[in-house]
């Protein structure tokens, strides 16, 4: 006879939250975990928003599809499914060719498996994060006067990363991934709400990417650009002055974005990361503002790595600074840190600085502040 599983451990939730899934390419499949572990939870979001494939996600959500639907969707999806190089526009156009890839294929992604209709017909509020080419700003469609709309023609501007699909026009707009200016909408998702919760998946965290110069345009462009959205992201994160924000980072940063064979991995480690994350957020969600879950932290400095270039106390000046010896050294050795914080660490370049996490007494040192691996293919 089986035990029976654990009951998920109670979090006090307020009235109102904005449930927000940010972009990450294949690896925005985790997202269908963090809902699973929602769900059985009970919590039902307020308002669902999202960016690119968290758009998709958000919008299959919103009309109402199950996590078995969702799951059963993503394990199917191949390569050539999504992908088909646009060799007429290559050819015939060149430089002018809007796209690598034709837009047929993603567009019939998304219209079966996203609502039809526009965004005032949904069962539940749905905010899709574009932005405007031509305007150079940031659209988000379902919020007043911009509810009009197909939610499927959004979702698609949404997912059309610049170079890879063409842009799509929507409401006199030509709109591509939202991920260029905001890859995890939470300012204007949590307006107005309680609470929100943010699954960042695409940018927050990096692993060392060995030898791009050899991997190609794509890649080397796809790096680019993910670095730009994780500069944004951490800026946003550490000015943020909206209602608590519960931060869900699922462990997807190793996998490419384009990976179409981890699926099930993926979509276990956002679950395992939701079930972590609430775990530990207690009655943050009540409080009047912040990033949670919080962990408690000693840094420390390996003195012979350090070569004194001083970033570290330029960035950080207040956990930071150099000693008489021109060495880093820590100000503030033991911190109270969310997932938002930190970013600094990550920055040293030679890894000299320590995190350790400490637990009940017990230590370890952790890999979300980065000690970066190479990325697995």
């Excluded at 996600?57 to 109402?64: D, K, L, N, Q, V």
């Excluded at 039809?116 to 150079?136: C, K, Q, S, W, Y």
């Excluded at 959004?154 to 063409?166: E, W």
Aim: proline share 6%; with cysteine.
């Amino acid at each position: 006879m089986t035990s029976a599983a654990p009951a998920p451990t109670p979090i006090q939730l307020p009235e109102r939250i904005a449930l927000v899934l940010g972009g990450g390419g294949l690896k925005g499949f985790a997202h269908i975990g963090v809902i699973r572990a929602l769900e059985e939870r009970g919590i039902r979001p307020s308002l669902v928003a999202g960016t690119s494939i968290g758009s998709l996600i958000a919008a299959s959500y919103a009309g109402g599809m199950s996590v078995h639907e969702m799951t059963e969707h993503a394990l199917a999806l191949t390569k050539r499914d999504l992908f088909r190089i646009d060799h007429l526009h290559m050819v015939t156009r060149r430089m002018l060719s809007p796209s690598l890839y034709v837009e047929s294929p993603l567009r019939t992604i998304i219209e079966g498996l996203v609502p039809h209709g526009t965004f005032r017909e949904l069962p539940m509020p749905l905010l899709v994060n574009t932005v405007d080419l031509e305007r150079a700003s940031q659209v988000v469609w379902g919020l007043p006067g911009l509810q009009d709309v197909s939610v499927a023609d959004a979702v698609y501007a949404s997912c059309a990363l610049p170079g890879f699909f063409p842009p799509g026009v929507l409401g006199g707009r030509t709109c591509a991934d939202g991920g260029v200016m905001d890859n995890l909408p939470i300012g204007v998702a949590g307006a107005a709400m309680d609470a929100v919760i943010g699954v960042d998946v695409g940018s927050a965290s990096l692993s060392s990417a060995r030898r791009i110069k050899e991997k190609g345009f794509a890649a080397i462009y796809m790096r680019a650009a993910t670095v730009m959205m994780k500069s944004l992201q951490t800026s946003q994160l550490a000015n943020w002055a909206g209602p608590p924000l519960l931060l869900v980072r699922p462990a997807v940063w190793h996998f490419n974005w384009f990976s179409f064979v981890h699926t099930k991995r993926i979509i276990q480690l956002g679950y395992e990361a939701a079930v972590d994350t609430l775990a530990r957020a207690g009655d943050s969600l009540l409080s009047s503002g912040g990033v949670y879950p919080l962990r408690q932290l000693e840094l420390s400095v390996d003195r012979a790595k350090c070569t004194g270039c001083r970033l570290c106390a330029t960035l950080a000046p207040d956990v930071m600074a150099m000693d008489d010896e021109g060495k880093a050294t820590v100000v503030t050795p033991e911190v109270e840190w969310s997932r938002a914080d930190g970013d600094f660490v990550h920055q040293c370049p030679v890894d000299a600085i320590g995190v350790t996490v400490v637990e009940g007494g017990a230590r370890r040192t952790t890999s979300s502040f980065p000690v970066p691996k190479a990325v697995r293919r």
